[in-house]
């Protein structure tokens, strides 16, 4: 049997073991508080009773391990460097999720040969125990971001209020769209001082990208602007767990109980090896292109 007919069977294998449902969260602009959401969502789900790993692949200054006072000793660079099993690297934080620091590894996943890929889907397969894989990528349209876009089951786009966050939400909807037009898009309003600002936000991003990009993307909710989200990155403790039922808090839970409400779709290549198959699959045609 050639590798791809192993891929592709060692898909088809994970995906009858289990279905983790892959979210990435994304944005236009940087800083809207990806990360701060990402931490927050996947600690929600997880005290719902979801099991929950959250990727980061998020090269930006306040990164997920940062939020949750953690120093990882080893990253996925040491996984494709062939130093560490990718189970090795997996830390479970007292919060009840695990976590994969990214590093600059991702920038290699690219470089793997066909045999190392396969590999690396076939440790991530073992992985595949969870409900939920949130991955927490990068401000702005690059490929690497796109990457994880195309291969995760839907993409979550965070914006704030501010003019220039909603415009560069627009252009990253509009990427997606693009590169993945059945992609499901949901979107988050970030740091509102009202429930009004918060629909206001999220029906202009709506009627835009129905009106211009033909697409539908769906209302998950906002969240409010709360002291209590800076004040939580600097003690290094999420606000979720510091702060439960501060307005920020309140907001995440709402937004976790919507995802986990929702069905997991049953569409045909749900699944983290589906993923990682996916996120190859992007960065080869990137390499053709
Ligand atoms: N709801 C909120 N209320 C108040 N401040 C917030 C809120 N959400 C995020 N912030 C603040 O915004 C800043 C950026 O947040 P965060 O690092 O989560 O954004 P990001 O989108 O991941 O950034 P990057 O693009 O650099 O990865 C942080 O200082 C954080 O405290
Ligand atoms: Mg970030």
Redesign the pocket.
């Known amino acids: 049997m050639d590798q791809a007919a192993n891929l592709r069977k060692l898909v088809v294998e994970t995906r009858a073991v289990r279905r983790t449902k892959t979210i990435a969260i994304t ?1 236009g ?10 931490v927050g969502l996947a600690i929600a789900l997880a005290t719902d009773g979801s099991r929950v790993t959250l990727l980061d692949a ?1 090269l ?4 997920v391990n940062v ?1 949750l006072g953690i120093i990882p000793k080893f990253n996925l660079y040491h996984v494709i460097k062939g130093k560490k099993k990718l189970k090795d690297i997996v830390i479970e934080v007292p919060e009840g999720i695990k976590i994969i620091a990214g590093a600059s590894g991702f920038h290699q996943l690219a470089n793997l040969d066909q045999k190392q890929r396969a590999e690396f889907i076939e440790a991530v397969a073992d992985l595949g125990e969870d409900d939920y894989m949130i991955i ?1 990528t ?2 702005g349209i690059s490929q690497n971001v796109l990457s994880f876009v195309s291969a995760a089951d839907e993409a979550i786009v ?1 914006t704030t209020p501010e003019p220039t966050a909603i415009t560069d939400a627009y252009g990253i909807i509009k990427s997606i769209a693009a590169q993945t037009p059945d992609k499901p898009v949901r979107l988050i309003v ?2 509102v001082m009202t429930v009004s600002e918060g629909k206001r936000v999220a029906q202009r991003v709506i009627n835009i990208a129905g009106q211009f990009l033909n697409i539908k993307v769906e209302n998950l909710g906002f ?8 004040k ?2 600097r003690n290094q403790k999420p606000f979720i767990v510091s702060y439960p039922k501060s307005k ?1 808090s309140i907001c995440v839970q709402i937004i976790a109980d919507r995802i986990s409400n929702k069905e997991v779709e049953e569409k045909r290549g749900s699944g983290l090896a589906n993923f990682f198959k996916q996120f190859f699959k992007s960065e080869e045609e990137e390499e053709t292109e």
């Open positions: 944005s602009k940087g800083g809207v508080g990806k990360t701060s959401l990402a998020d930006g200054l306040a990164n939020i927490d990068g401000a965070v970030n740091r969240v409010f602007d709360d002291m209590y989200v800076p939580s990155i920020a």
